[in-house]
């Protein structure tokens, strides 16, 4: 029998990925925002992750949970933060730790660290340049969608000290499907392929560990992110490297 793993935002993107990649691995409970377009083949609820009374059916007999579900624009207004993302993420995870969920895996992103890059770009996007970012630095969001995801983290932290409930915040840089953002050198330098995305998430599903801030790319020549804590904690393996694709054949991905 798998573990039973609740995924928030399972029709977006990131959820879609992890879907194709480790859908056999796990008994999933899908949360949509809205009924989607093919019927789901495990059980799923349709509806806003505000919505305590629906969160705690939602949560009911699940280990883990996987959070995706948020306004993922970097250019989102704060109402729409503030309510999807910062409250979203404290009415799940409340009914989580009612429930008695052991494992919160919550989908943070570079835009926690997006001013970083301000004093340091184009050049650290490049391969000469050394500057990496470990997880270990404060953060330093560049838009009010990067401070709701460190607000996030935050969230776990204070779950994870206050109800010792294990929590993975994965950093993620810039998930495309067919190949890496062509002529975007940051999209390049931080581009998580779909193989690497869920590969990673079955680590944070799988390792075992406290309280972790890791960054969820491929092994990308250009990254200024380092892979170090994702490796050491979670066991993370990464196969891909946007290096390795020619920009050739191009296919326009959907964009948020
Ligand atoms: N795609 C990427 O490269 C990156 C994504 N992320 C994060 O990963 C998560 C998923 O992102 P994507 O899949 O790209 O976005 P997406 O927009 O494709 O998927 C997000 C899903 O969450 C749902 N949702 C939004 N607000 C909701 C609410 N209040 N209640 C219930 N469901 C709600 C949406 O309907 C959508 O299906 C987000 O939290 C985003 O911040 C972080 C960094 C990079
Ligand atoms: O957090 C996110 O980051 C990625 C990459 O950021 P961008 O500023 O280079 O576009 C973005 O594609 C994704 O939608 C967002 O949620």
Redesign the pocket.
Known sequence: MNDPVLL??????????ILDGIGDEYDWTL????QPAEEPDAEYFV?????AELMAEACAGVESVV???????RDAPWESVL???IH?TKVLYDAAIDAGVERLV??????AVGHFETERKPDLYRTDDDFKLDGTELPRPGNF?GV??VA?ETLGRYYHDEHGVAVCN???????KAHPPIDYERGQA?W?SHRDCAHLHQRALEAEYEYEIVY?ISDNDRKYYSLERAKEALGYEPKDNSAHFSGEDRVEE?E?
Not at 31 to 34: A, M, Q, R
């Open positions: 928030t935002g399972a029709g977006g993107r990131v959820g879609g990925a949360l949509y925002h809205s509806g806003d992750v505000t919505d959070h995706l579900a948020g306004d993922p624009r309510q999807n993302n979203g919550y989908a943070s992103s570079n835009h969608y709701s995801k996030g994965i950093r993620i840089g810039n998930l495309t931080m998580l969820g959907p948020n």
